[in-house]
C-alpha cells in the first residue's frame, strides 16, 4: 500500500514560482515511478512530470511537452518526497496538482498514461494570480 500527500507553500502571481511535494508513504521500500499530473477547470488531467530510480542510484526525469521548459521535477534526499519547482507561472497553470505512484512496469513511467499509476494524493490546488 502506497499513500501520496501532495501539498504546496505559498500563493503566487503570474512570472512568480512555486514548489511543490508530495510525501509518499509506504510499507515497502521497493522501486516507483512517482509522477505529477494536472486538472485545470473544466478540463481532463494530464501529466505534468515523472521521476523514476535507475539500479546506479540516479534517476530518470520525464516531462510533457508543455512542462519541460519551466518545471523540474526532484526527489528529496529522504527518499521519501518528490517535489514539482514550477517556475514562470502563468495564470493558466491555476489547476489542481496530483502526484502519483507506479509501482511495477517501471519503464512505463514516461507516457504519462494515468491508467499505469496505482496510487493517487487527493490534489493541491494552485492559483495562479494575474
Known amino acids: 500500500q502506497v499513500q501520496l500527500a501532495e501539498s504546496v507553500v505559498g500563493s503566487v502571481q503570474a512570472g512568480g514560482s512555486l514548489s511543490l511535494s508530495c510525501v509518499v508513504s509506504?510499507?515497502?521500500?521497493?522501486?516507483?515511478?512517482v509522477g505529477w499530473f494536472l486538472q485545470a477547470p473544466v478540463k481532463e488531467r494530464v501529466g505534468v512530470a515523472a521521476?523514476?530510480?535507475?539500479?546506479?542510484?540516479?534517476?530518470?526525469?520525464y516531462y510533457t511537452d508543455s512542462a519541460k521548459a519551466r518545471f523540474t521535477i526532484s526527489q528529496g534526499n529522504a527518499g521519501n518526497t518528490v517535489y514539482l519547482q514550477m517556475n514562470s507561472l502563468k495564470v493558466e497553470d491555476t489547476a489542481e496538482y496530483y502526484c502519483?505512484?507506479?509501482?511495477?512496469?517501471?519503464?512505463?513511467?514516461?507516457?504519462?498514461?494515468?491508467?499505469?499509476?496505482?496510487?493517487w494524493g487527493p490534489g493541491t490546488q494552485v492559483t495562479v494570480a494575474s
Open positions: 502519483a505512484a507506479m509501482v511495477e512496469d517501471l519503464d512505463r513511467c514516461g507516457l504519462f498514461r494515468q491508467n499505469h499509476y496505482h496510487y
Open positions: 509506504s510499507f515497502t521500500s521497493g522501486r516507483r515511478c
Open positions: 521521476i523514476s530510480p535507475r539500479f546506479s542510484g540516479t534517476w530518470d526525469t
